[in-house]
């Protein structure tokens, strides 16, 4: 299903963003042709769902759609989902990711990923880490980018440097290494005028 030349090429290693805590971006991870029918399949054939969240004591629906996929329960926002099945985009995408760390020495075992779709530049995520307990004192969270290119913004829990955009370009992979969400939060801006676009943030929950 995926090119093996976008996995050779030397050309798409790995841009270093930040040292410490290790963040990094790696273009080109299915190629375009193949990342442009994953976001046609996975928009067209996912059952996105849209809940609800409390805020100030009302209910209001999260302003994106997703879907969560893989091998566990998960809590978000104090609530519980239950996961669908592996559907198979996001199990070649998951191997196309494993294969390209694994070229840089990096072993993961992500079992389950939350699957975030923005239809429009009005839809984003506002700050948190992804820092629950079930995902250990040290997660490592792979997010792949499909479609419109949307920055994800970084800020450092204390203030010690100021806040960043990482651009986050059609078929790419943002790695987010120990220590990132315990260091900072980051959040998904809105902006004018985009199209379509779907995350895919893998993790690795204890079971
Ligand atoms: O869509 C994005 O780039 C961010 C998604 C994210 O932060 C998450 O799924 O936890
Ligand atoms: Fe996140």
Not at 55 to 81: C, K, N, T
Request: aromatic share 8%.
């Amino acid at each position: 299903m995926l090119s093996i030349m976008s996995l050779l090429d030397p050309a798409h290693g790995g841009m270093p963003l930040l040292d410490s805590p290790p963040l990094t971006r790696y273009p080109g991870l299915l190629g375009q042709h193949e990342a442009a029918r994953a976001l046609t399949c996975l928009d067209a054939e996912l059952d996105w769902q849209q809940p609800g969240l409390r805020l100030f004591g009302r209910e209001h629906p999260i302003p994106r759609h997703q879907v969560w996929m893989g091998d566990a329960r998960y809590r978000y926002s104090g609530q519980e989902f239950a996961p669908v099945a592996w559907h198979p985009w996001v199990t070649a995408i998951r191997r196309a990711l494993e294969a390209r760390l694994e070229q840089e020495g990096i072993r993961t075992d992500f079992n389950s990923v939350l699957i975030n779709r923005y239809a429009h530049g009005q839809h984003r995520m506002g700050w948190h880490s992804d820092n629950e307990p079930e995902l250990g004192p040290t997660p490592v969270i792979a997010a792949v980018s499909l479609g419109s290119d949307r920055p994800l913004r970084f800020r450092w829990k204390d203030r010690r440097a100021s806040a960043f955009n990482v651009d986050q370009p059609d078929d790419s992979l943002l790695l987010m290494g120990a220590g990132v969400q315990s260091l900072l939060e980051h959040c998904l801006p809105d902006r004018r005028h985009r199209g379509l676009r779907i995350s895919l943030t893998f993790r690795a929950i204890r079971l």
